[in-house]
């Protein structure tokens, strides 16, 4: 079973640019979350996709992130215009339908890094 | 607010001896979840070990444990028999709401460095 997928695995932008990562969670999971770790800093919530609507999205910095999940399967983060604070590892994660039993771990991508300049 | 602690930033242990990595936690909900993550260098988050609020056991999973304090609001994770392969970050996390709901938070990472 392939894992969660993220590209591209590093991305260096100029501040205004625009930028779009994407994710490719394990087929079959309804659940998708963006996270995002500044360097040296905690990891954070962004939003929350269950197939294609967005559950939560109050982890959202601002107006300039704009995520998408059409079709429930893959999703993209796209950041426009680029700031210097956006740096950061952008990670997605995946896991099955809330159940029971299977409620406990997501499973996550290896990240994107991305530096804008 | 709800909120993960983790104090050391960084460790260091004697291969083939144990480390605990200290986590607390904070949250006003009765059911909740905590989770530890490892980051090698190459980046993957790798799930570790899952706790539930309602689980009287510590969890275990091969050489990882969990020391669970509720009352305290600590679920610090336990390695015994360091490896040198287990240098990495650690990351403590919780996710807390209801199904359907689920939020997940997560602490600043411990950066454990396993000497030969």
């Known amino acids: 079973e392939a894992g969660v997928t993220q590209f591209p695995s590093h991305s260096v932008i100029e501040k205004g640019q625009t930028v779009t990562l994407r994710c490719d969670p394990i087929s079959g999971h309804d659940n998708l979350y963006w996270y995002r770790r500044v360097m040296g800093k905690e990891i954070k919530f962004l939003l929350h996709?269950?197939?294609?609507?967005?559950?939560?999205e109050s982890g959202m910095p601002n107006n300039r992130f704009l995520a998408e999940r059409t079709g429930g399967t893959y999703s993209t983060l796209k950041v426009q215009p680029a700031e210097l604070e956006d740096s950061g590892v952008y990670f997605c994660?995946?896991?099955?339908?809330?159940?029971?039993?299977?409620?406990?771990?997501?499973?996550f991508g290896p990240g994107t890094r991305l530096t804008v300049t | 607010a709800q909120k993960i602690t983790q104090t050391q930033p960084g460790m260091f242990v004697q291969e083939k001896e144990a480390v605990t990595l200290d986590c607390t936690y904070d949250t006003s909900d009765q059911s909740y979840g905590l989770f530890w993550y490892k980051q090698p260098s190459s980046g993957e988050m790798i799930f570790l070990i899952y706790q539930g609020s309602y689980d009287e056991q510590n969890a275990t999973e091969g050489r990882y444990s969990l020391n669970f304090q509720k009352a305290r609001k600590s679920a610090n994770l336990v390695i015994s028999a360091s490896q040198l392969g287990d240098s990495a970050m650690y990351f403590c996390a919780m996710r807390e709401g209801t199904s359907g709901t689920y939020k997940y938070i997560f602490g600043t990472g411990t950066r454990l460095k396993v000497l030969a």
């Open positions: 994660a995946s896991s099955p339908r809330d159940d029971f039993v299977r409620q406990r771990e997501q499973y």
């Open positions: 996709f269950v197939k294609e609507s967005k559950q939560d």
